[in-house]
């Protein structure tokens, strides 16, 4: 596998620190609203790694936050004169629902930066004992920047060029003009309580933790002081990543992630998302008018590098692609059932063969920095393949293979093709009346077989003391 490494700007051929496992860590959302589409690009993109390295058999730890304190956060929950852990914990709600309906895994861990106060508390006190944070008058605590003798080496941005940008551009990266602040360029580690704001205490005080320190600390806890790979989107490599970077480096003495991975940027029609051009689309939005499935296609259908434009003529595309595998996996499925029976024939075997050279080719690139546009092409190869092979005659074991193939390599970039038949409650209720009456018969093979019947059709039944129950599975 090799994964372009934005701290060496170059394709690096990945190799974990343990052989077999990887951690990672992938920066979340800060929860005071739905999560937008610009949000949803590197959960599906990283979710997409994680599930095509467990499938090259890995072990993936795979950490990714809530920031569920903020200041975004406060100014909503002011707005609507509720708590501000009212206010993220909804959304943290309604964000886990947008991610099963994206099908993204949850994570091994989604620690909350409320949860993880203590070991901020901790880290910024090593910081301070090691000469690498200060506090001034007013409780606030600031990271000492100039001090880290790698900043900048992320961004590729040179300390000092950081410096006068912020002399000639005004204050633009400043954060508050506090007294006492050493340098422009320190970024706040803690900073003191304000009226109507949540707050912990600490040994500078009653306050709470900058946003920067959560996701250093979190990593660390939950994965180690050295880490296999970092993500997020681009916009986050500075001064997020950066600062994550000074934070870790400088209390842990080690370096903090081997490989850093950034997504691309996702624009509207060619327009920067912003609410304010009135392109601004939630997942909920999308979800209004199209399965999510077709945005998670939409999505994969790019290397997650490239810049990415949305529009909804794209969309609509991305469904007819979406619904031509699909459509092939069901032809599949029905030649499955009413196809020929007995061993696939000579020619079957060959055109099998053929098939299965393009998992190699999927495998082949998606090593190569998870190209998922390729991958797509490679399904997309696999369906033509099935619509000129599959013809009258054809045997149930060929269809069966032939979809399985397609639907495991769907399945690896998260996307389900198989679509069970819709059961109403009332063919399911008849079904299970004449199963009784079988029962009563004494025709234990015809009650089996609706028992099988229905358990494909995702239907389970329990015989209990007061009758047959059934759920859905
Ligand atoms: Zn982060």
Redesign the pocket.
């Known amino acids: 596998m090799r994964i372009y490494n934005t701290l060496t700007r170059r394709l690096d051929e990945f190799v974990p620190i343990e052989e077999g496992k990887i951690t990672m860590y992938v920066?979340g959302p800060t929860v005071y609203n739905l999560i937008h589409i610009g949000n949803a690009r590197p959960m599906i993109v990283f979710d997409t790694f994680r599930r095509y390295m467990t499938y090259r058999g890995y072990e993936v730890n795979y950490v990714s936050?809530f920031t569920d304190v903020d200041d975004k956060i406060i100014n909503a929950a002011n707005e609507e004169g509720v708590s501000a852990s009212e206010i993220s914990e909804r959304y943290i709600k309604e964000c886990l629902k947008d991610m099963e309906g994206l099908n993204i895994l949850p994570a091994t861990v989604h620690p909350k930066a409320t949860e993880e106060i203590p070991g901020m508390i901790a880290m910024i006190k090593i910081l301070e004992e090691k000469g690498y944070a200060y506090k001034v008058k007013d409780g606030t605590v600031y990271y000492r920047t100039r001090k880290f003798q790698g900043y900048g080496k992320l961004s590729g941005k040179n300390i000092d060029d950081l410096e006068s940008g912020h002399r000639s551009e005004g204050h633009a990266l400043k954060v508050s003009g506090s007294e006492g602040k050493e340098d422009d360029l320190d970024f706040v580690l803690w900073k003191p309580k304000k009226e109507g704001e949540p707050y912990w205490d600490s040994p500078w005080g009653e306050g709470r933790p900058g946003w920067h320190i959560e996701?250093s600390c979190m990593s660390k806890r939950y994965l180690g002081d050295t880490i296999d790979i970092h993500a997020?989107g681009e916009d986050?490599i500075f001064p997020?990543h950066e600062n994550?970077i000074a934070q870790s480096e400088a209390a842990n003495g080690v370096p903090f992630a081997h490989y850093w991975m950034h997504n691309g940027f996702l624009n509207i029609d060619h327009q920067k998302m912003s609410k304010s051009l009135g392109n601004f689309f939630t997942v909920r939005d999308i979800a209004a008018k199209h399965d999510l499935q077709v945005l998670r296609f939409f999505m994969l259908s790019a290397q997650y590098r490239s810049p990415l434009n949305f529009s909804e003529e794209l969309m609509e595309s991305a469904k007819a692609g979406l619904d031509r595998i699909k459509n092939c996996v069901s032809n599949l499925s029905d030649i499955e059932k009413t196809g020929a029976d007995g061993g696939m024939t000579e020619k079957e075997k060959g055109f099998l063969a053929e098939a299965s050279g393009q998992q190699e080719k999927f495998n082949e690139v998606m090593d190569d920095d998870l190209n998922t546009a390729d991958a797509v092409s490679v399904i997309f190869d696999l369906v033509k393949h099935a619509n000129t092979t599959v013809k009258d005659g054809a045997t149930k074991e060929y269809a069966k293979a032939l979809k399985d193939e397609i639907v495991m390599l769907g399945g690896i970039l998260g996307l389900i093709l198989e679509t069970r038949e819709e059961v109403l409650d009332a063919d399911i209720e008849k079904l299970i009346e004449e199963r009784q009456q079988a029962r009563k018969d004494k025709d234990f093979k015809r009650a089996d077989e609706i028992r099988d019947e229905l358990l494909e059709k995702g239907i389970q039944l329990k015989d209990t003391r007061e009758g047959v129950k059934w759920s859905r599975i």
Do not use: M, Y
Request: one cysteine or more; aromatic letters at 0%; charged letters at 15%.
């Open positions: 920066c936050n996701c997020g986050l997020h994550e």
